[in-house]
Structure formats: structure tokens, C-alpha cells
């Protein structure tokens, strides 16, 4: 069967309509939007957002709503304000051999192996990273940086709660959906004369005998042979009842569950949906009863069917689903406090841009990711594989990396001399006599033995590395650097 794109596009339009009335769009700091919207009990669920709906929503609104389809969501920026990412990914394609443009092939009926093994270094140009240097790009408080980078992870973390959450929301929200609600009662039906009427025996619940109850509970082990609390199979005669046995009816929605509240009342009815087994005695079944059978006549409409479900299952689940509307407020509280503190600390710290758009920030943010992708046919390609190579440091953090790891840092740093620096050759590496502990020989034109390039950020670094460090003095923050970084 073929998709109808106007269905969809209309579907569309009247979710976004239905989203807009309830307050339920959320733009997350991340750029990603979410969206949550409630049935008709009333019960808030977060709803998933596809490609055509997103599309649909930026001609609604006019605003630059997009499909991430790197990320599988909607998104209203591409900008984040809880880091300094550029979420669009910029690919670089290897080669398997060299650089000759090889791809592999293979056949339906083969089957093939990868090893994918990497030695990288990030080279950096200090003309490039010079260039990002200003009066607003100073280096960062490292207290505020610190801060700021376990805000960040605080909230990461947090969402993976929220997420699962809202996923065992979505759960109980279907179970709910698919179950009904049940009764139960102890009692022979008095046999219909009318062949058209298919006699079902009544559930089992405890009898509250009244007047009206005697007629109907007459043989049912009171007084005769049978158990205390059973009822026949079948549509048996009532001066002589042979079977027995113990059955569960489900109110069928929405018209069992309507004549239900209307037999029992506003009251009896609340405290049947609470999971009372006291709101409804075995008369008000007998009443449904006839009622159905009225009903199967005239317009073959059930008002219960036999079922399994034991009395009580539909309320449970209901009031599961409320204990995590609880949880899922409490930890969107949590998440947007969490944000707000992040967006307090980076107004504190006076400069986003220098965060982002600093020579030490462009080190701190930095995120390389490997995929592997298989072309299809019409040239499309579909990741089949994705690893970090290497995930973010995070601001305020490359001291302490490059603490770590004292002898393999990773980054390269250097520059280019100009015609003048005779000295040098090449892209020639940022240097820092200070962390050498040692005297230059005279032969190096250069004092500093830096390019200069490379002196426009040399001190730039070295005071951002410092405050990062919190180390009360140069020598000692000298001291704990290797020689080799």
C-alpha cells in the first residue's frame, strides 16, 4: 500500500495545532526541540517528531526549525549553548589504499572483514589560532571553566534520565491503551427463552446478598451442593446447575465502561476506577448483564467480554504512569535548573565567544568521530559503523589533559617563519623555553625559539594553562608540565 504524503502533511498540521494549544514545544539548549502532548485522560507523554512533521513546522512558524538527520531530530538551532560544537559533522572520506580512490566491493554471497586501525595527530596553525586572539578572547577564569564543563556533564547525565523515563512512560501508556478494565462476581444468570441469546456466565466476586440478590444466588452452594463463590460454564438450569468454574469479564471502552458509570454513579464509579472491589456488588453485574443482552439483540453490542485480566491491572498500571509523571517533572526540573545554572556561569564568565572561538577553546572542543558507511545503489551512503576517536576534552580541562598525558598529547602546534627567520625550516612547532629548564644556545636567532606566529600565541596559552592549573606559582606549574608537550 502506497503512503499518501497530503495524509501525512495534514496528520502534520493538526498534531503541531494540537502541540500549540497544550504549551507542549520545547527548545532544548542543545538546539534540539522535544515535544510532549497529552491524551484525553490527561496523561503528558513526550511524542517523537519525524522529518515531514519538522518540515511541516518551519512553513507553520516561519522559524528555522530542521531535520537533523545526522542526529534523527529536530532541531530550531544548529547552534548549542552548552557547548561550542558545530553539530554539522564535516566528513573526511580514506581511502583503503593510499589515496587512489579504492572502495571495497563485494557480493551478495561473500563475506568480508575490516580492521580499521588509526595513528593521528591534530596539527594546528599558529597563523590560524593567532588570528582568534582579542581584547574578548582572554583566557578563562579556570574556577568558572570548571564549573561550566561539570554543569555540562551534570546535564548530559541527566538527560540519559530523563530519556529512560520517558521511555518506560511511552511503555505503561501503551499497556495502558491496550488494557481494560475488569469485574468480578459470584452468580448463576437466569437463563434467557431467547435462542439469540448466547447466555455468559457472570465473574467471580464475593456476594453481597440483598433482597433483590435471592433469586439470582439461590443455588449457589448456600443451600446446595455447589461451592460457596462459583457460577456454571454454561447456560445451565438453575434447580439443577452441573459446572462451575470462575471467569473475569472486561468492560469494553467506551460503551461498557459508559453504562458501567452510569449503573454505578459519579461516586461508586470513582472508587471502581481507584480499584476498590467494594464500589460494586454483584447486582449492578447482574443489572450490566441484562442490560448487554438487551443490547445484543437490538444492535450486537457488547458491553463486556470474557478476559483474563484480574480486577484492579488497569488502575495499577494507571497510577504507575502517574508515579513517573512525577518522576519525568521532577527530572525535567532538575535538567532546566541544570541549564539555567549553565547559562548563569557562562554569562559569568563574560566571554562565550572567547570560549568558543579562542585558540584554547578550539583545543578543548574539539570532537573526531570515525564512520564506517556502505554505498547504496543510487549513491546514498548508510553509517553501518560510528566510533570517537576523540570526544571532547571540555573548556577547562586541557591542563589537566595534557597532565595526563604528559608524552602523547596529540596536538601539534606551529607555524610557518617568515622570509626573515632564516632559522627555521618548515612548520616549525610552538615552544616554550620556560618548561625546558634550560639555557638556549646563542646559535637560535629566535630567543624564544618560536616563529613569530607562534609568539602571538605562546603567551596566550601559557597564561591560559595556568589559570587552569590553579597553582599558586609559575615554578610550580613549570614543574608539572613534561618537557615534551
Known sequence: MGINLADIIKGCRKFWSEVTAQNGLVKNTDGTISVY???????????????????????????PYYYDLD??????????????????????????????????????????????????????????????????????????????????????????????????LIYLLKEYTNLSYSITCDSFPIPSTDPRVIETPLPTKPIRTTPTQ????????????????????DTVSLSSPTKTTSVTFCLTEPNGLMEWE????????????????????????????????????????????????PFGTKTNVKKQIDAVLILQTECNTKLTDLQTQLTNAQAAKGDIVGLCDSPIGILETLDVSMTIDVVEPNGDLTTAYEYHLFPAIGAGN??????????????????????????????????????????????????????????KIKDYFLTSLFNESGLASTQDFNNSLSTNI
Request: net charge negative.
Open 37 to 63: 502532548i497529552s491524551n484525553s485522560n490527561g496523561i503528558s507523554s513526550p511524542a517523537q517528531v519525524s522529518k515531514q512533521c519538522c518540515d511541516v513546522l518551519a512553513e507553520m512558524t516561519t522559524e
Open 71 to 168: 542526529a534523527q531530530k529536530c532541531r530550531w538551532s544548529d547552534k548549542s549553548s552548552i557547548d561550542c560544537a558545530d553539530n554539522q559533522p564535516f566528513k573526511i572520506v580514506l581511502n583503503p589504499k593510499g589515496n587512489d580512490g579504492t572502495i571495497f566491493y563485494f557480493q551478495d554471497n561473500e563475506k568480508c572483514s575490516l580492521l580499521v586501525d588509526f595513528d593521528y595527530l591534530f596539527k594546528f596553525d599558529c597563523d590560524t589560532l593567532g588570528d582568534m586572539i582579542s581584547t574578548a578572547a582572554k583566557p578563562i577564569d579556570p574556577s568558572i571553566a570548571k564549573n561550566i564543563t561539570s554543569l555540562q556533564n551534570q546535564i548530559a547525565d541527566q538527560q540519559v534520565i530523563c530519556e529512560e523515563i520517558n521511555s518506560q
Open 214 to 233: 435471592e433469586l439470582p444466588f439461590k443455588n449457589t452452594g448456600f443451600g446446595g451442593g455447589l461451592a460457596p463463590f462459583s457460577y456454571p460454564a
Open 262 to 309: 452510569n449503573i454505578l454513579g459519579t461516586n461508586r464509579y470513582q472508587q471502581f476506577i481507584e480499584g476498590d472491589p467494594k464500589s460494586y456488588t454483584c447486582d449492578d453485574v447482574l443489572q450490566l448483564s441484562d442490560l448487554n443482552n438487551s443490547l445484543l439483540l437490538t444492535s450486537n453490542t457488547r458491553l463486556f467480554i470474557e478476559c483474563t485480566t
Open 398 to 455: 586541557l591542563y589537566n589533559y595534557l597532565l595526563s598525558h604528559g608524552d602523547n598529547s596529540g596536538f601539534f602546534v606551529c607555524g610557518e617563519p617568515n622570509s626573515s627567520e632564516t632559522w627555521a625550516t618548515g612548520c616549525t612547532a610552538l615552544y616554550y623555553e620556560e618548561l625546558l629548564n634550560e639555557v638556549q644556545a646563542e646559535s637560535y636567532h629566535n630567543p624564544e625559539n618560536n616563529v613569530s606566529e607562534c609568539g
